[in-house]
């Protein structure tokens, strides 16, 4: 089993930045994907980042790119997720997400694909 949690959540001025991070525990895959997702209210989860726990691809969703970045420490075992230029709409509750082990050519974004999640961490960014 692998556990994630997520902390760096908080309020925020529209403009400003917050970093997530995602820390696994427990029986990790080094080619799993760990991905980042969100869900606001009354909306569906959606997909945010994604990045193979090896290194190499990311993906990101249109709306975050040019202003979140991914990055890990595998000593730490731990993901990043660096949100710059926040709006308002990105306010959601940020999910970290893992796969079992993984060996597509791209990373997924569907959240069906995703087998381990976290509990949450809430990003509120107000105008």
């Known amino acids: 089993q692998v556990q994630l949690a997520e902390s760096g959540g908080g309020l925020v001025q529209a403009g400003g930045s917050l970093r997530l991070s995602c820390a696994a525990s427990g029986r990790t895959f080094s080619s799993s994907v760990v991905g980042w997702f969100r869900q606001a209210p009354g909306k569906e989860r959606e997909f945010v980042a994604a990045i193979r726990w090896s290194g190499g691809s990311t993906s990101y969703t249109d709306s975050v790119k040019g202003r979140f970045t991914l990055s890990r420490d595998n000593a730490k075992n731990t993901v990043y997720l660096q949100m710059n230029s926040l709006k308002p709409e990105d306010t959601a509750v940020y999910y970290c997400?893992?796969?079992?082990?993984?060996?597509?050519?791209?990373?997924?974004?569907?959240?069906?694909?995703?087998?381990?999640w976290g509990q949450g961490t809430q990003v509120t960014v107000s105008s």
């Open positions: 997400a893992a796969t079992r082990a993984w060996g597509g050519a791209s990373v997924p974004t569907m959240t069906t694909l995703y087998y381990f």
